[in-house]
């Protein structure tokens, strides 16, 4: 029989003091440059789940369209049917999303075989007030990567209190493939602002003016973490802790002082560990 991937809808609430919405986690590792071994003994995206399972390995790391790794979705046959790879992300919370763009490309020239993205958001009663999908070029081979954009319609003015993204490769034959990186999420904050979160985690850019770098990242809560920034020797030359609120942030880094060279920038924190060589 063939296996049936199961999305559960877990609905989490966090209520957080002096504010007046309801927040959840944090959406990172949407450059899917972070994995980790997971319950199926394979490597997933961090952050995200998978349809991979201990001998149904679906979704592989792969070169990616920028940094080092992107999504790679599979098809493999399961019993006398081909079962495609798919990657999945749930967070709760009042953050409205509008768009959700990334590149995508694969082989898709067997008719019905394709990249299918979908966005479902539910209100706090589980009623679905808001929904998009898209799917990926039909009958051709997609060699280089194309952007995509996923709009979401409501039906609701309620509130929001979860919302899932799903990434799912449909295919019926061993050929199929398809690719995913540099997913980001344009939404509307508590406080009635649009921005746009390139689910990177954080980006470092050097600011020639005053010598330091800035740290840029985009928090869906109020979010605390460390920053440390490590020599070539691993020693430890800079370290400073924040909590911030959600929004995007710009946080300088204190590197003027320090000698040229090749340096780790290692956030760590709520949802977040990431790390990211830089030069001085």
Request: glycine share 10%; charged share 10%.
């Amino acid at each position: 029989m063939k296996r049936k991937h199961l999305l559960i809808n877990i609905i989490f609430f966090y209520t957080l003091l002096l504010h007046p919405f309801v927040w959840g986690q944090i959406i990172t590792n949407g450059g899917l440059e972070t994995w980790a071994t997971g319950p199926s003994g394979y490597l997933d995206p961090v952050g995200w789940i998978t349809n991979n399972a201990p001998g149904y390995h679906q979704v592989l790391q792969a070169p990616g369209r920028t940094g080092n790794y992107s999504a790679h979705l599979v098809s493999i046959l399961d019993g006398s049917n081909y079962d495609g790879g798919s990657i999945d992300f749930f967070y709760s919370g009042s953050v409205k999303p509008l768009v959700l763009s990334g590149y995508w490309k694969g082989n898709f020239t067997t008719p019905v075989n394709w990249i299918t993205i979908a966005v479902t958001v539910a209100d706090a009663s589980s009623t679905t007030i808001g929904s998009g999908a898209v799917y990926s070029p039909a009958s051709t081979n997609v060699t280089s990567w194309l952007p995509f954009n996923c709009t979401i319609n409501y039906t609701s003015s309620n509130a929001p209190a979860t919302t899932v993204l799903v990434f799912n490769l449909l295919t019926t034959a061993a050929i199929t493939d398809g690719y995913l990186d540099d997913l980001s999420l344009t939404y509307v904050n508590g406080i009635g602002e649009i921005q746009t979160a390139h689910l990177l985690g954080a980006s470092l850019n050097y600011d020639f003016q005053s010598g330091n770098y800035f740290l840029n990242t985009d928090l869906f809560t109020n979010s605390s973490f460390d920053v440390n920034i490590y020599d070539v020797k691993g020693r430890k030359v800079y370290s400073k802790n924040y909590n911030l609120p959600d929004g995007h942030h710009e946080i300088p880094v204190l590197t003027q002082q320090l000698p040229r060279g090749v340096y780790l920038c290692r956030i760590l924190g709520d949802k977040m560990d990431k790390t990211i060589k830089f030069i001085k």
